[in-house]
């Protein structure tokens, strides 16, 4: 969902009124990079892109402006876990379908975030067939073997070389 926010709120748009920080390409760099690193993807993103702009404190106002609000929502989250913990258990309270409630829109934020990158950075049937399967891949083979993801990347690379 970070990443679909992050690119129509800076990558350049014509169609879209936003702060035109980056090009589509250099998003997908930082996008790439990060992905590369250990650690949350999202977070590096967001770091990243403030270190473009405005350097080293850019990009440690970029991050920590990112994390605030989750940490602050999530302290009061588990607060409020703690003390609905009862009421959560029982299959029939109103808690417990707020539970189940937002792990649904949880699931359908994702999706969304994902289908507006594809479509915006996959090019053609035959490139959207590889990334379907490949996420299908990851969902299927769970728990997934250590081989799986650069068996994904090369096979990926290898299709697309191709056509």
Known sequence: VHFGYFQKRFVIDDD?????????VRFMELLAMCNCLPGPTS???????????HGVIG???SGFMF????????TFLGFLAHNLKE???????????????AS??????VFIAVTGL??????GPKLSLVCFCTAAAC???SPAPAWLNPALIILGGAITAVS
């Open 87 to 101: 009421q959560i258990q029982e299959p029939k309270s109103a808690a417990n379908a707020v539970a189940i409630c």
């Open 16 to 24: 879209v009124d936003n702060l035109r920080w980056l090009s589509n």
């Open 139 to 141: 969902l299927v083979v």
């Open 118 to 123: 594809v479509k915006k950075n996959v090019e």
């Open 67 to 74: 994390l605030l609000p989750g940490a602050v929502i999530m």
């Open 43 to 53: 977070t590096q993103v967001a770091f990243a892109i403030g270190i473009t702009q």
């Open 59 to 61: 990009g440690l106002t």
């Open 104 to 109: 649904a829109v949880g699931v359908a934020l």
